[in-house]
């Protein structure tokens, strides 16, 4: 991590909660009556184990790992809403946490006077709430309930407002913890728009989430914790590709030989044994750079003769979007005979993909459809590239421009 | 002076303490349709009770009359006491989602629960007033300049509350029972404090134990400059300047301390 000082640095954070926290109050008579201390220091559930990291301004993290992992913890950590027992925390800049949405709110008083207090609660002055008070009714699309008590709002309504004031509140950390899983499909669209709006103007994200195909897919970095300590820290992809096999593992659930945790259905008449994703030297990689050239390779074998089949490969995004997707018989090809072992290759000059993580689905199946061996997310691969963009298309492109337009060197 | 830092991150955070006070009072009154009328019958009625119950069925004090006038105001100011502790004690329990959710100072709710029951005292204030205006015209009081020291007194009562509820609503987080303890102890002090009765009425053997009691002077105070209209005496002042300070400087060490634990617990 060269450049400049982290937005967030992490060193040593342990954090242990006190045994009876929650269940059982004391009370001050027996505090008062009974001679021993406080039982502090006697152990406690250790939430978070010696966790260290840093994260560069306008990086954006991810947090994954099992319930109870430490990752909320971790959250109040970066928020301060708790202090680590031991370690240290650090972040740089005015931070907004989307913990709870609209978790300041209250009941009988109208969405107007909600946003003042949300906005105070996160640091803005009253003239900043002002400022932003339009954009944030806008976004959250309440103008005609403003002036409603908030209790007559419906649960996405909510939600919505919520998001909006934290998103309008200029952090330069964002910590967001499982907020689209509340909202609907709309919603949560515009926020994921609003995330992409952040990281473009240099803001750091941390994103907890169980959705690990958003993580992978929004996040460049994660991280993995894994009973309160630092299972791994790397490139998004990587991170929840490792931690999925952990999980299919501990389940006992690997069906499949592949890193996907896809689904295989087919009859068996002709199947797919291995399927490969070669960079421009031939090379298996899971990591491409956008623009260079690659092929989609599977090794076929039909044990009988057949002379109807097709092969498909299909690239979506983790969240499940169909980015590109053709098969044999799309291209014009017309089967004869498929029998043994086959190789089969889909070579592409130029995957001109987006930066992220895309899932691949490869299929071998009967001119009507009827599949064989049918394999989805059979495996993951990243796509970096040095220029940002948004959306999943990253063609080679130039700006060119005349006039009295200058640039800076 | 790290222990007294309650006190600068509440009055770093005043504009968010403004905003939920009013939110306390916009709450508290948005449900009902007299809104915030009640503010003025609440204490009207108390009036009219008192001003009836001593005239019809007890014999009110022959030292202090009218005696209605004299109870109003001790009552009113006693009100805010006991209301803003034990909304203090209640401040964690009622905020807790902001408090295990937002980055919000904690110092704020207490501060919050004193403020709106300040306010509440403040909206009561002018039937106070107009009582006076009656008495006066009544024959029974002469006001004087005196009636300009209570915003000081109340102002001292205030900051001393404040000091209390930091400690009590820290305390609460912690221990289950706080709640009574402190309701106890305000019906205990609300008879050993020259509330009902002037300070006068207690033999003069027995008055410094009175004394002693951090509430007597403040409600010395209110008889003095609502009541009788006489300046309040130089002990008095004494006595309020020091409860004021070492009720916030107890109060905010013990907030310092419970600090941490207080999103953890509560």
């Known amino acids: 991590m060269s450049g400049p000082e982290p937005a967030i640095a992490v060193a040593g954070a342990t954090k242990i909660y006190r045994r009876y ?81 609209g978790a300041g709110f209250h009941p009988e008083i109208s969405g107007r006077e909600n946003i003042e207090i949300t906005g105070l609660l996160l640091g803005l002055t009253r003239k900043e709430i002002a400022a932003r008070f339009d954009e944030v009714v806008r976004f959250a699309g309440i103008e005609e309930f403003l002036d409603a008590p908030v209790k007559t709002y419906s649960s996405g309504m909510a939600v919505r407002l919520g998001f909006a004031i934290a998103a309008h509140s200029d952090p330069d950390v964002l910590l967001v913890d499982e907020v689209l899983a509340v909202g609907d499909e709309a919603f949560a669209h515009r926020a994921l728009e609003k995330f992409s709006e952040f990281e473009q103007a240099g803001k750091t994200l941390v994103f907890v989430s169980h959705d690990l195909g958003l993580v992978a897919e929004r996040c460049r ?31 006992g659930e690997r069906r499949t030989a592949g890193a996907g945790a896809g689904g295989r259905i087919g009859s068996g008449v002709a199947s797919i044994e291995v399927v490969r994703l070669l960079d421009r030297e031939g090379r298996p990689t899971s990591r491409l750079r956008s623009g260079e050239a690659a092929s989609v390779e599977m090794v076929v074998r039909a044990p ?106 | 002076m790290t222990f007294l830092s309650p006190l600068s991150r509440t009055w770093a955070q005043r504009a968010l303490v403004a905003a939920l006070v009013r939110r306390e009072l916009a709450a508290r009154y948005r449900g009902g349709s007299l809104g915030f009328l009640w503010s003025f019958l609440n204490p009207l009625l108390l009036l009219l009770v008192y001003a009836t119950v001593f005239r019809f069925v007890f014999a009110p004090r022959a030292d202090v009359r009218p005696y209605a006038l004299f109870l109003f105001g001790g009552v009113l100011v006693w009100g805010f006491v006991s209301s803003a502790l034990l909304d203090a004690v209640e401040t964690f329990r009622s905020n807790g989602p902001l408090l295990r959710k937002t980055t919000v100072a904690p110092e704020v709710f207490p501060a919050a629960a004193v403020g709106a029951r300040l306010v509440h005292l403040l909206l009561a204030l002018p039937v106070l007033g107009a009582a006076i205006v009656v008495a006066t015209v009544r024959g029974g009081v002469v006001p004087g300049a005196a009636l300009l020291e209570f915003p000081i007194v109340l102002a001292l009562l205030a900051l001393s509350v404040f000091g209390a509820a930091l400690a009590v609503s820290a305390l609460s987080v912690h221990f289950g029972d706080v709640r009574d303890v402190v309701a106890n102890l305000l019906t205990l002090a609300f008879f050993v404090t020259p509330v009902l009765y002037p300070i006068e009425a207690v033999p003069e053997r027995w008055r410094w134990l009175l004394r002693a009691n951090p509430f007597a002077s403040f409600f010395s105070g209110v008889h003095d ?30 907030f310092e301390r419970l600090r941490d634990s207080l999103a953890e617990e509560a």
């Open chain 2, 225 to 254: 400059t609502l009541f009788h209209f006489r300046p309040v005496a130089s002990s008095d002042w004494l006595w309020m300047a020091g409860t004021a300070a070492a009720a916030l400087a107890v109060g905010a060490a013990l």
């Open chain 1, 221 to 251: 970095r994660a991280i993995w914790l894994d009973h309160g300590r630092l299972a791994a820290d790397g490139p998004a992809g990587e991170v929840v590709a490792r931690y999925r096999e952990r999980v299919a593992a501990e389940e």
């Open chain 1, 304 to 409: 009988e003769a057949i002379s109807d089949f097709v092969f498909g490969v299909q690239i979506s995004t983790v969240s499940g979007t169909i980015v590109f997707g053709t098969n044999t018989a799309l291209e014009g090809l017309r089967p004869e005979r498929l029998a043994g072992d086959a190789r089969v290759a889909l070579e592409i000059p130029a995957l001109d993909l987006a930066p992220g993580v895309y899932a691949l689905d490869a299929a071998v199946h009967a001119r009507d459809g009827a599949p064989y061996d049918y394999r989805r997310d059979v495996l993951r691969f990243e796509v970096t590239a040095e220029r940002a963009g948004t959306g999943v298309w990253s063609p080679a492109r130039r700006w060119s421009f005349s006039g009295g337009i200058r640039w800076k060197e």
């Open chain 1, 21 to 101: 926290a929650r269940e059982s109050h004391g009370t001050l008579k027996s505090a008062l009556l009974s001679r021993r201390r406080s039982t502090r220091g006697e152990g406690g559930v250790v939430a978070l184990d010696g966790v260290s990291f840093t994260v560069a301004p306008g990086e954006s993290l991810g947090v994954i790992g099992s319930n109870g992992s430490g990752k909320s913890t971790l959250l109040k950590l970066l928020a301060s809403i708790v202090r680590p027992t031991r370690g240290s925390v650090a972040v740089r800049g005015r931070l907004a946490a989307l913990l709870e949405l």
